[in-house]
T-cell receptor
Framework: EPEVTQTPSHQVTQMGQEVILRCVPI?????FYWYRQILGQKVEFLVS????????KSEIFDDQFSVERPDGSNFTLKIRSTKLEDSAMYFC????????????FGSGTRLTVV | AQSVTQLDSHVSVSEGTPVLLRCNYS??????LFWYVQHPNKGLQLLLK??????LVKGINGFEAEFKKSETSFHLTKPSAHMSDAAEYFC????????????FGSGTRLLVRP
């Protein structure tokens, strides 16, 4: 069964450092997403991406965040200058044009900012 | 605006007894609803989906959910709990606009006692 692959599974970084979280969505999917889950809290939407541009972003997704699909297969989330409150599990997801099927999520990257 | 409310933060059952995880939704039009499961330190796995076809939806691992418009509910059930069902369960509604954003409930942690 096709999978969404995320790397790394865990990342520890110092406050103020840049991090890049990587995702390989399912190949025939057209919509790509990042969600995050702070420990003990709800899963929150960060950003959606379609046709090589952001289609929607949440208020969390400020100027410190950016997304890219550099080579047609990878989908990355960059945090330019990490803060302690960015510590969370970050999930990448992708879906077909018909999202009635639901998303396929990756297994997540646990980011710890120290 | 769409939203989902999970009525119980924790549910504890004995192995072999029925499971009921409750979810109410709010939507200005016919919603698409999902249940996702998250096992400890794992990603989000789609259990089942409702997309305005049959109101009783069967999912993986013996779970099912019934869409009840009159009660605005989409409760998740399983006739007989297994130890491996212990996990966090999320009721989710999809926003059917250009972003197809998922809106998560706060989650219900299912504990299964031997």
């Amino acid at each position: 069964e096709p999978e969404v692959t995320q790397t790394p599974s865990h990342q520890v970084t110092q406050m103020g450092q840049e991090v890049i979280l990587r995702c390989v969505p399912i190949s025939n999917h057209l919509y790509f997403y990042w969600y995050r889950q702070i420990l003990g809290q709800k899963v929150e939407f960060l950003v959606s991406f379609y046709n090589n541009e952001i289609s929607e972003k949440s208020e969390i997704f400020d100027d410190q965040f950016s997304v890219e699909r550099p080579d047609g297969s990878n989908f990355t989330l960059k945090i330019r200058s990490t803060k302690l409150e960015d510590s969370a599990m970050y999930f990448c997801a992708s879906s077909t044009a018909d999202s009635f099927f639901g998303y396929t999520f990756g297994s997540g990257t646990r980011l710890t900012v120290v | 605006a769409q939203s989902v409310t999970q009525l119980d933060s924790h549910v504890s059952v004995s192995e072999g007894t029925p499971v009921l995880l409750r979810c109410n939704y709010s939507s200005s039009y016919s919603p698409s609803l999902f249940w996702y499961v998250q096992h400890p330190n794992k990603g989000l796995q789609l259990l089942l989906k409702y997309t305005s076809a049959a109101t009783l939806v069967k999912g993986i691992n013996g779970f099912e959910a019934e869409f009840k418009k009159s009660e605005t509910s989409f409760h998740l059930t399983k006739p007989s709990a297994h130890m491996s069902d212990a996990a966090e369960y999320f009721c989710v509604v999809i926003r059917m606009d250009s972003s197809y954003k998922l809106i998560f409930g706060s989650g219900t942690r299912l504990l299964v006692r031997p």
